[in-house]
């Protein structure tokens, strides 16, 4: 949306075909859309878990549109570079933020022999970038949640997190002022009825700032607001009672791992008494609370996944996050696997969907002290443990099978009255927020969301029966 306002604002015309998101039109080939378009140039935007789908809409824009040069960009595009660098349908291969070289690019666009690396050679001043155009995207019109970055880049060294060997991990902020003018601008031109959701990778870097940004909010938007990233040492009274009043519903930390030596070695630069005086302040002001933990970053082991359990059970948490590390470059979680003789998996074969119900995520690392087995057992073993609510009862047939197979069974003893109250808890949650929704919007805006929700899951089933005919979908 940004490199779409970057060029719009030049003169050129961009349409922005963004397939995980597409309610209507999901099923239609990329060919559809040049067809219909008709571009002098394409880009593709790849993070590695989307890699393979992103390898097909490559190869049928070569296959469909041989002679259109084609750009390659987004975190994928510049982790792995010497990768991609060997295909030789692409012309042309973004390394860190595109904004400043775009423009370049596509005005002088063409077919290369091999691709040629643009590499972002400048920190890009976010007061100088336009708004993103939403407007540029098929299928705009349905847009309920809107993303908003009021800052980009981390400052903290998280040892798993890829944006670590980044180019662009300088914090940046934008003005709140700015910020605001966008959010009214989105509420004016696509619906008065948005949520909107920050996606910046650490908001809280210069917490006067952010409040600032709050305050603003609350004066002048006032509707739901999500935030995607918290941390721990940010959490205070003030920023939750602003949180509050922007009508937050869920704040999410993230915790990452329960056992002391393991955390430390993730070094967040927060403690776990950190954590737990957060997650206590948050439930203190009646905000629904989520966490995230990692399977498998260094130093962990079966044993120690058992602190990170008992952890999210003392914190109470209403929604839990749970991952596998997936070892990137340039990382020193990577670093520190290769050094303790790690096995690994091809993480550029790792696929962004899991396809059968309550199958384990692919497992992309292991340890002699972590091997892949115990891996599998740690994953079922956390959502016994906190009664996860994708096991659904249901699956029970399922969940029985994986007890045994993993010698869970008398974790899955503990855990099926639990897993009784959070289906209902979970049941009581979907319908008091739609409620709240009703309250805020009225019957005919819910009617319609509920209408997207329904066309959109039913398309996105029948896209994937067709793309993975081998696969049972959930």
């Not at 859309?33 to 878990?49: A, C, E, H, L, M």
């Not at 690019?105 to 590499?119: D, F, L």
């Not at 929700?453 to 005919?469: D, F, G, P, V």
Request: a positive charge; proline letters at 5%.
């Amino acid at each position: 949306a940004t490199l779409a306002g970057v060029l719009k604002k030049r003169g050129h015309e961009v349409l922005v075909v963004d397939y995980a998101f597409l309610v209507q039109d999901r099923d239609k080939d990329i060919s559809f859309f040049i067809d219909r378009f008709k571009p002098d140039v394409i880009g593709i935007s790849i993070y590695t878990p989307n890699l393979n789908e992103a390898k097909e809409i490559l190869g049928r824009i070569h296959e469909f549109s041989p002679k259109i040069p084609i750009m390659i960009g987004g975190p994928h595009a510049s982790v792995y570079t010497n990768v991609i660098k060997k295909d030789k349908r692409i012309d042309y291969i973004f390394v860190g933020e595109a904004e400043l070289t775009v423009i370049a690019v596509v005005e002088s666009a063409k077919k290369n022999k091999s691709p040629q690396i643009i590499q972002a050679k400048e920190v890009l001043n976010l007061y100088h970038v336009p708004f993103p155009d939403y407007s540029a995207f098929h299928g705009w019109e349905t847009i309920t949640s809107y993303p908003v970055m009021t800052s980009r880049g981390c400052p903290n060294k998280c040892s798993f997190c890829s944006s670590i060997g980044l180019s662009y991990r300088l914090w940046r902020p934008r003005k709140p002022e700015e910020c605001i003018r966008e959010l009214e601008y989105a509420k004016s031109e696509i619906s008065p009825n948005l949520k909107f959701v920050v996606f910046d990778d650490c908001p809280t870097v210069h917490m006067q700032r952010f409040h600032k940004f709050l305050e603003l909010y609350i004066e002048k938007i006032n509707t739901e607001l999500a935030i995607v990233n918290t941390r721990a040492d940010s959490v205070d009274d003030k920023l939750l009672e602003l949180l509050k009043k922007c009508n937050i519903r869920l704040l999410s930390i993230g915790v990452e791992h329960g056992h002391p030596e393991v955390f430390k070695m993730v070094n967040k630069g927060e403690t776990l008494e950190d954590v737990e005086r957060a997650c206590a302040l948050i439930k203190k002001h009646k905000i629904r609370l989520g966490v995230s933990f990692i399977i498998g970053l260094p130093g962990d082991t079966l044993e120690r996944t058992k602190d990170s359990i008992d952890l999210c059970k003392k914190l109470k948490a209403d929604v839990v996050s749970l991952n596998f590390l997936n070892p990137f470059r340039l990382t020193p979680a990577r670093e520190w696997m290769e050094k303790n003789n790690a096995t690994f998996y091809d993480e550029l074969d790792y696929g962004a969907l899991v396809m059968q119900p309550l199958e384990c995520p692919q497992i992309l690392v292991e340890t002699p002290e972590f091997p892949k087995f115990d891996r599998e057992k740690a994953f079922y073993m956390f959502l016994f443990g906190v009664a996860e609510p994708r096991l659904k009862l249901r699956y029970l047939l399922k969940i029985i099978s994986i007890a045994r197979k993993y010698d869970l069974n008398s974790e899955f003893i503990k855990w099926l009255p639990h897993g009784i109250i959070t289906s209902l808890k979970n049941s009581y949650h979907i319908v008091t927020y739609g409620f709240y929704v009703y309250r805020k919007i009225g019957f005919k805006n819910l009617l319609k969301r509920l209408l997207k929700m329904y066309r959109q899951k039913k398309i996105n089933a029948e896209y994937l029966k067709k793309t993975y005919k081998n696969k049972v979908i959930d």
